[in-house]
């Protein structure tokens, strides 16, 4: 889910005349080369985020966190374009044994780059597949699921200590908290 912009140097850089900054480029009318091409995400970006457009930006402020506002946009531009910020919020669910999602990696940095640069945090939302089956490992009914996750993935969880810290945590994070929620999210 967390991807990076297209690199400078590929395919469809070159066709949309970007740089990878967000100016007028070569023969361009926009400021965004996705906006020449009749994508219109800065028509919703400038409501959720906030990033101006009324001056350059070198480097692009969406280029390093592409993908999380695409997803953010689909939570909550609905039927007929039109912006909807209580519609839904974004949910990454990740894998909490990936370092690019620890503190200071390169996942974990486009999250806070991105929710620091939302109007309404809460739209972009988290949560580890270990939190997850800690939270169904309560559940009998839901040993099958629980054990394939386990058996497929290795993701093993059910410490209710930690889950209790890592539920609290995750309240401080959506209020804005981070190393606390950081250091227990995930961390069965």
Same mark, same amino acid.
């Not at 995400?41 to 906030?50: A, G, I, N, P």
């Not at 909550?76 to 374009?81: E, S």
């Not at 309560?138 to 054990?147: A, V, Y």
């Not at 059910?158 to 227990?184: C, H, I």
């Given at each position: ?13 070159? %066709? ?99 929710? %620091? ?60 908290? %981070? ?10």
């Amino acid at each position: 889910m967390l991807t990076p912009a297209p690199a400078a140097s590929g395919s469809s850089f070159a %066709r949309g005349h970007c740089d990878g900054s967000f100016a007028i480029q070569r023969n361009r009318t926009e400021q965004c080369s996705l906006s020449e091409l009749g994508i219109n995400y800065w028509q919703f970006v400038l409501h959720l985020f906030v990033w101006t457009a009324a001056e350059d930006h070198r480097p692009w402020p969406l280029n390093f966190t592409y993908q999380l506002v695409r997803n953010v946009l689909a939570a909550c531009v609905g039927d007929g374009a039109q912006l909807d910020t209580e519609k839904g919020h974004a949910l990454v669910i990740y894998d909490a044994r990936n370092p690019a999602f620890h503190s200071g990696g390169l996942a974990d940095a486009q999250w806070w780059a991105a929710v %620091r640069a939302l109007r309404y945090p809460r739209l972009l939302r988290r949560v580890s597949w270990q939190r997850i089956a800690a939270h169904l490992d309560q559940f009998r009914d839901l040993d099958w699921l629980t054990g394939a996750l386990g058996d497929k993935y290795g993701i093993r969880c059910g410490d209710p200590v930690r889950v209790e810290n890592s539920t609290q945590s995750s309240r401080l994070l959506f209020k804005g908290g %981070r190393r606390g929620a950081d250091a227990a999210e995930g961390h069965c």
